[in-house]
């Protein structure tokens, strides 16, 4: 069967050819680990295990080698340490916040059903692959010592921009940043710069005498290359990691090991906003995984909302939408529940095989519930769709009807009444003190008696 992807590098859909089919090799840039995962974080941990649980359809599942790592060495942490335990030492404070950020990371992720990498390296722990690279970018003429600082001179490599489409000229053009003296091009990027007093620190490369720390790009450039070696298949992440980090990490890889590529296919999935507006905490609109999984959304229905739209499309995350896909997994979660174990539907297959058409997916999806089929569970639960959560939900909400059913049906009781003597007032004032105990009603008409009837559940 044939796999057609996107290659950001060629802005083209190809064919998709693994260097080893019996090893296809995938690595994708995983969380810096200093706060909550948010959503638009998701998307990428969501996306691209459709592709690994793809490649494993198609390859067999020992033949497929999926990379996503976590950066533990970051600016961002080291502030972020310092700031919530201040009255720790800073080494003990950073292990504690990236320890603890981890496993959050993990507990929020597991319940979106995504299936673990085969590795995932912590950049801590390849400081030695970092040095190695950065001697030898140094030794042969792509990087250069200044200020205690490894740099990468852009100016070595003739084709840098190649990913993100744009020439040096183009981009030195537009450097907006203020340059660092040391640097001798402005568009030059760090590879190892000096630990202050505080920070992390390791021996330096090059001679250099004080002790250092990586810069952010070259972390995947040694972890991918400890674990999938100097050119694999695929790398993916998000849009936004396309330029600088990608660009960037491509340079070092094929700059060390003198290789025309880093990664065959480059895959980049689009930006998530919320409500139609960019996730900021400013703007009060950032939503994490872990408040989403709080408020009561099965982590099934958060990935298979974010499987509606194709990966490569900015998506637009709405309550409303959420909503719809909680109606559309509870009316399948009987056929996932009673899945005989057969294999996925080929059409369902074929969608994907077409650049991860996940909303082609669905569309069959639904033709399979509409006919009936019974292929419908088994290919659920391929997609990663366990039924757990929602079963855990459903539980969740029939304890709660349970334990409310003695308030609930005086209320209604009353409600009714008031109805009955057209004392709208009071029967609205009671829906809505329902309403806050978190209970919905659904007025209907007795076709026989024309009573009104009223039936309430436990709203998410
Ligand atoms: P970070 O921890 O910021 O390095 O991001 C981890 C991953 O999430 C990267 O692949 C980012 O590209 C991706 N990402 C971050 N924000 C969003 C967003 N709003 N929508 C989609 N992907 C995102
Ligand atoms: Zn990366």
Same mark, same amino acid.
Request: hydrophobic share 40%; aromatic share 8%; proline share 7%.
């Given at each position: 069967?044939?796999?057609?992807?996107?290659?950001?590098?060629?802005?083209?859909?190809?064919?998709f050819q693994?260097i080893?089919?019996?090893?296809?090799?995938?690595?994708v840039?995983?969380?810096?680990?200093y706060d909550?995962?948010?959503?638009g974080?998701?998307?990428?941990?969501?996306?691209?295990?459709?592709?690994?649980?793809?490649?494993?359809?198609?390859?067999?599942?020992?033949?497929?080698?999926?990379?996503?790592?976590?950066?533990?060495?970051?600016?961002?942490?080291?502030?972020?340490?310092?700031?919530?335990?201040?009255?720790?030492?800073?080494e003990?404070?950073?292990?504690?916040?990236?320890?603890?950020?981890?496993?959050?990371?993990?507990?929020?992720?597991?319940?979106?059903g995504v299936?673990?990498?085969?590795?995932?390296?912590?950049?801590?722990?390849?400081?030695?692959?970092?040095?190695?690279?950065?001697?030898t970018?140094?030794?042969?003429?792509?990087a250069y010592?200044?200020?205690?600082?490894v740099?990468?001179?852009?100016?070595s490599?003739?084709?840098?921009?190649?990913?993100?489409?744009?020439?040096?000229?183009?981009?030195?053009?537009?450097?907006?940043?203020?340059?660092?003296?040391?640097?001798?091009?402005?568009?030059?990027?760090v590879?190892?710069?000096?630990?202050?007093?505080?920070?992390?620190?390791?021996?330096?490369?090059?001679?250099i005498k004080?002790?250092?720390?990586?810069?952010?790009h070259?972390?995947?450039?040694?972890?991918?290359?400890?674990?999938?070696?100097?050119?694999?298949?695929i790398?993916?992440?998000?849009?936004?990691?396309?330029f600088p980090?990608?660009?960037?990490?491509?340079?070092?890889?094929?700059?060390?090991h003198?290789?025309?590529?880093?990664?065959?296919l480059?895959?980049?999935?689009?930006?998530?906003?919320?409500e139609?507006?960019?996730?900021?905490?400013?703007?009060?609109?950032?939503i994490?995984? !872990?408040? #989403?999984?709080?408020? /009561?959304? @099965? +982590?099934?229905?958060?990935?298979?909302?974010? %499987?509606?739209?194709?990966?490569?499309?900015?998506?637009?995350?709405?309550k409303?939408?959420?909503e719809?896909?909680?109606?559309?997994?509870?009316s399948?979660?009987?056929?996932?529940?009673?899945?005989?174990g057969?294999?996925?539907a080929?059409?369902?297959?074929d969608?994907?095989?077409?650049?991860?058409?996940?909303?082609?997916?669905?569309a069959?999806? !639904?033709? #399979?519930?509409?006919? /009936?089929? @019974? +292929?419908l569970?088994?290919?659920?639960?391929? %997609?990663?769709f366990?039924?757990?959560?929602l079963?855990?939900?459903?539980?969740k909400?029939?304890e709660?009807?349970?334990?409310?059913a003695?308030?609930?049906?005086?209320?209604i009781?009353?409600r009714?009444?008031?109805?009955?003597?057209?004392d709208?007032?009071?029967?609205?004032?009671?829906?809505d003190?329902l309403?806050a105990?978190?209970?919905?009603?659904?007025?209907?008409k007795?076709?026989?008696?024309?009573?009104?009837?009223?039936t309430?559940?436990?709203m998410?």
């Open positions: 069967m044939v796999l057609r992807l996107y290659n950001t590098l060629t802005r083209q859909k190809g064919d693994p080893d089919p019996s090893n296809v090799r995938m690595y840039c995983g969380p810096t680990v909550y995962a948010h959503i974080n998701a998307r990428p941990v969501i996306v691209f295990d459709v592709l690994f649980r793809l490649l494993r359809h198609i390859y067999g599942p020992d033949h497929v080698t999926y990379v996503r790592n976590i950066t533990d060495v970051d600016d961002k942490i080291n502030a972020r340490a310092a700031e919530r335990y201040p009255e720790l030492a800073p003990a404070a950073i292990r504690k916040l990236t320890e603890e950020t981890a496993a959050q990371f993990h507990k929020d992720i597991a319940a979106l299936l673990a990498p085969t590795v995932e390296p912590r950049a801590t722990e390849h400081i030695l692959e970092m040095v190695e690279l950065c001697d970018l140094v030794k042969n003429g792509h010592v200044a200020a205690d600082h740099l990468f001179d852009v100016s490599m003739p084709d840098y921009g190649r990913l993100s489409n744009r020439s040096l000229e183009e981009m030195e053009a537009g450097a907006r940043v203020e340059v660092a003296p040391y640097k001798k091009g402005p568009m030059d990027f590879l190892w710069k000096p630990s202050k007093p505080g920070e992390p620190a390791w021996p330096s490369p090059a001679g004080v002790p250092g720390r990586p810069g952010w070259i972390e995947c450039s040694a972890m991918s290359w400890k674990h999938l070696g100097k050119v694999f298949d790398h993916g992440g998000g849009i936004d990691l396309t980090h990608h660009e960037n990490e491509i340079a070092q890889s094929r700059c060390a003198g290789t025309p590529v880093m990664a065959n480059w895959m980049h999935n689009g930006f998530l906003q919320v139609g507006e960019k996730m900021s905490k400013s703007l009060g609109n950032f994490t995984i !872990h408040e #989403l999984l709080e408020d /009561g959304w @099965p +982590g099934e229905v958060l990935r298979f909302n974010m %499987l509606r739209t194709h990966y490569r499309q900015p998506i637009d995350w709405t409303k939408s959420l719809e896909s909680a109606r559309i997994l509870d399948w979660r009987p056929a996932i529940e009673t899945a005989n057969n294999a996925p080929q059409s369902v297959i969608a994907l095989a077409d650049d991860l058409n996940t909303p082609a997916a669905i069959e999806l !639904h033709k #399979l519930a509409n006919a /009936g089929d @019974p +292929g569970g088994s290919t659920l639960r391929f %997609l990663g366990s039924g757990e959560t079963r855990a939900k459903a539980e909400q029939a709660t009807a349970g334990a409310m003695d308030r609930v049906a005086p209320l009781a009353a009714l009444e008031a109805r009955k003597r057209k709208f007032a009071e029967s609205d004032r009671i829906r003190e309403s105990m978190g209970i919905a009603l659904k007025d209907t007795n076709k026989q008696t024309g009573e009104i009837e009223t309430w559940e436990v998410r």
